[in-house]
Each structure stands twice: as C-alpha cells, then as structure tokens.
C-alpha cells in the first residue's frame, strides 16, 4: 500500500537562470532542471516520484459576477505525484 503526496508546479517556470545556475544555463534544461530540483527535494524525505499530470480546473463566476459580465475561467496546473510505502 501507498501514501502519495502531490505538489502543484507553475505552468511556466521563471527563473533568474544565472542565479540559480551561476551562469546562464542552457535554455533547453531549464525545465528539466528545475523538475529535477523539486524530485530531489522530496526524494531526501522518503517520496518516490511518480509521475506528472495536468489538470485542468474551470471556475464558474458567482452570480453577481456573472450580473456584471464575468466569465467561466479555465486553467491548467501540473502536478508532480509523489510516492512512498505506507
């Protein structure tokens, strides 16, 4: 049996490349970098990563919003998944 732990990530990553590198990086790692910085983190707790999703989250106006004109707003989050023996 399983617990898991799943960790919400931005859609887009910015980063001050130089500092968190020390020099400018290769772009085309920037994603894969930070990913492996957060498996890594949680790794050191005891977490097995997992995998990644996206999920896609639709938010309904209330109705006085709604009176005023609001609209549905749609978003997508990724999610890192996490594992560990329970």
Known sequence: MYAY????IPPNIQVAAKKM???APDITE??????Q???NQHAKEG???WRVDT???KSSPGCL???FGAKEVEATYYVVS???QA
């Not at 732990?5 to 919400?8: A, G, N, R, S, W």
């Open 5 to 8: 732990k799943m960790v919400q």
């Open 21 to 23: 590198f020390g020099k």
């Open 30 to 35: 920037i994603a894969s970098s930070y990913l």
């Open 37 to 39: 910085s957060i498996v």
């Open 47 to 49: 977490w097995e990563f």
């Open 55 to 57: 999920i896609g989250v």
């Open 65 to 67: 919003a709604a009176i």
């Open 82 to 84: 996490f594992r560990r």
